[in-house]
């Protein structure tokens, strides 16, 4: 018989002694999971090169990909930009703590492993009370990229955590289940204009309202951002966007392929129900359990995961975002 899977004894409540724990370890320049508002992140010291590095190294994830800093407070921005604009502090007044990512010109302090490379920074003030702890006890920048396995599901629960990288994260600070579910909102404040790069936990038209201007679409200009490759957020099985009908359809000649499905609101007839999951056709709710839903129907084993489309409208865009780049595939483009 095969050995047992090694129990997650990384694993740790998220109380005082976890958090002095997790802040320890980032200043000895080791990694801690830890949950946020939006999903799982996977942490490191900011100002040290090596940490930041072995971020890379344990995802996979390509070098010049830049990496999220995460702040305790608004008050320090200065530390990590060199130009904080008017629209900025804006935004920070408005969205921090919260699920919005802020692209500015990077401090000359700031280490390439984080930039990529490049002359802005990404900087984020999670409301997660767990993230606000550890950052208080560190009491400095945490770069952080979500808590997956590079170009797959981002986590939304420690035990996903796990289920990418087993005993390898020394550790996992439990805080249950991320509240929002997707990433945060990414808007570069560092060119002439806004510009959206990805769409997540903060509404667009909510940040257009706080800027008093329309957000300009990312384009071939932009800074790179993995969160836009095509094959981002993809579980391992191929995800179809399909209406109801062709779900049926396709479940009723299926030929031999092992399908699942992710259904709105109600069961799908004819299919056996752990091949599927419901979900609420109310988009911060379905946001709260899209990522949780695809692991679960990726750990069955299906060959395809049938996904009925949601709604267009505006409420559902980084939903829409995510889906249709885990229907481009884990393979197609990945990196
Ligand atoms: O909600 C989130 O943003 C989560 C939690 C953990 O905070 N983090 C997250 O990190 O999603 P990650 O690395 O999986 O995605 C962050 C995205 C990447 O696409 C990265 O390239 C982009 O942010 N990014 C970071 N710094 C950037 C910069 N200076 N310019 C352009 N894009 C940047
Ligand atoms: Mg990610």
Same mark, same amino acid.
């Given at each position: 018989? +095969? +050995?047992?899977?090694?129990?997650?004894?990384?694993?740790? @409540?998220? #109380?005082?002694?976890?958090?002095?724990?997790?802040?320890?370890?980032?200043? *000895?320049?080791?990694?801690?999971?830890?949950? &946020?508002?939006?999903?799982?992140?996977?942490?490191?010291?900011?100002?040290?090169?090596? @940490?930041?590095?072995?971020?890379?190294?344990?995802? %996979?994830?390509?070098?010049?990909?830049?990496?999220?800093?995460?702040?305790?407070?608004?008050?320090?921005? #200065? $530390?990590?930009?060199?130009?904080?604009?008017?629209?900025?502090?804006?935004?920070?007044? !408005?969205?921090?703590?919260?699920?919005?990512?802020?692209?500015?010109?990077?401090?000359?302090?700031?280490? /390439?492993?984080?930039?990529?490379? =490049?002359? &802005?920074?990404?900087?984020?003030?999670?409301?997660?009370?767990?993230?606000?702890?550890?950052?208080?006890?560190? $009491?400095?920048?945490? @770069?952080?990229?979500?808590?997956?396995?590079? %170009?797959?599901?981002?986590?939304?629960?420690?035990?996903?955590?796990?289920? #990418?990288? =087993?005993?390898?994260?020394?550790?996992?600070?439990?805080?249950? *289940?991320? /509240?929002?579910?997707?990433?945060?909102?990414?808007? /570069?404040?560092? %060119?002439?204009?806004?510009?959206?790069?990805?769409?997540?936990?903060?509404?667009?038209?909510?940040?257009?309202?706080?800027?008093?201007?329309?957000? @300009?679409?990312? $384009?071939?200009?932009?800074?790179?951002?993995?969160?836009?490759?095509?094959?981002?957020?993809?579980?391992?099985?191929?995800?179809?966007?399909?209406?109801?009908?062709?779900?049926?359809?396709?479940?009723?000649?299926?030929?031999?392929?092992?399908?699942?499905?992710?259904?709105?609101?109600?069961?799908?007839?004819?299919?056996?129900?752990?091949? =599927?999951?419901?979900?609420?056709?109310? *988009?911060? =709710?379905?946001?709260?359990?899209?990522? !949780?839903?695809?692991?679960?129907? #990726?750990?069955?084993?299906? /060959?395809?995961?049938?996904?009925?489309?949601?709604?267009?409208?505006?409420?559902?865009?980084?939903?829409? $975002?995510?889906?249709?780049?885990?229907?481009?595939?884990? &393979?197609? %483009?990945?990196?």
């Amino acid at each position: 018989a +095969p +050995p047992p899977p090694p129990a997650p004894v990384n694993i740790v @409540a998220a #109380d005082e002694a976890g958090i002095a724990r997790a802040a320890e370890l980032l200043r *000895a320049g080791e990694l801690v999971a830890f949950p &946020t508002e939006t999903v799982y992140g996977l942490g490191a010291d900011a100002k040290n090169a090596a @940490a930041v590095g072995k971020i890379y190294a344990l995802k %996979g994830r390509p070098a010049g990909h830049p990496v999220i800093v995460h702040l305790a407070d608004a008050a320090r921005l #200065d $530390d990590w930009a060199s130009e904080v604009p008017e629209a900025a502090r804006r935004l920070a007044r !408005a969205f921090w703590p919260g699920p919005l990512t802020l692209v500015l010109k990077r401090a000359p302090q700031v280490p /390439d492993a984080v930039t990529g490379g =490049q002359d &802005t920074v990404g900087l984020r003030v999670p409301s997660h009370p767990v993230a606000q702890a550890l950052l208080a006890a560190f $009491d400095g920048g945490v @770069a952080a990229p979500s808590a997956n396995k590079f %170009g797959r599901v981002s986590p939304t629960l420690a035990e996903h955590v796990f289920a #990418d990288f =087993q005993l390898a994260v020394p550790l996992i600070l439990d805080g249950g *289940a991320a /509240d929002v579910g997707i990433e945060s909102t990414i808007v /570069d404040l560092a %060119g002439e204009r806004p510009r959206l790069l990805r769409p997540g936990g903060v509404a667009a038209a909510a940040i257009e309202e706080v800027l008093g201007a329309p957000l @300009a679409a990312a $384009d071939e200009s932009a800074p790179r951002a993995p969160g836009a490759l095509p094959a981002h957020y993809a579980p391992k099985a191929h995800v179809r966007l399909a209406k109801r009908v062709e779900m049926l359809e396709a479940i009723a000649s299926h030929k031999g392929r092992r399908l699942g499905a992710l259904a709105l609101e109600v069961k799908v007839p004819r299919l056996n129900p752990a091949l =599927q999951r419901v979900v609420p056709a109310i *988009a911060a =709710q379905y946001a709260h359990e899209l990522y !949780a839903a695809l692991r679960a129907l #990726d750990a069955q084993n299906v /060959d395809l995961i049938l996904v009925e489309a949601p709604p267009g409208s505006p409420a559902w865009a980084a939903v829409h $975002d995510r889906l249709a780049r885990a229907a481009r595939g884990a &393979t197609e %483009g990945a990196t």
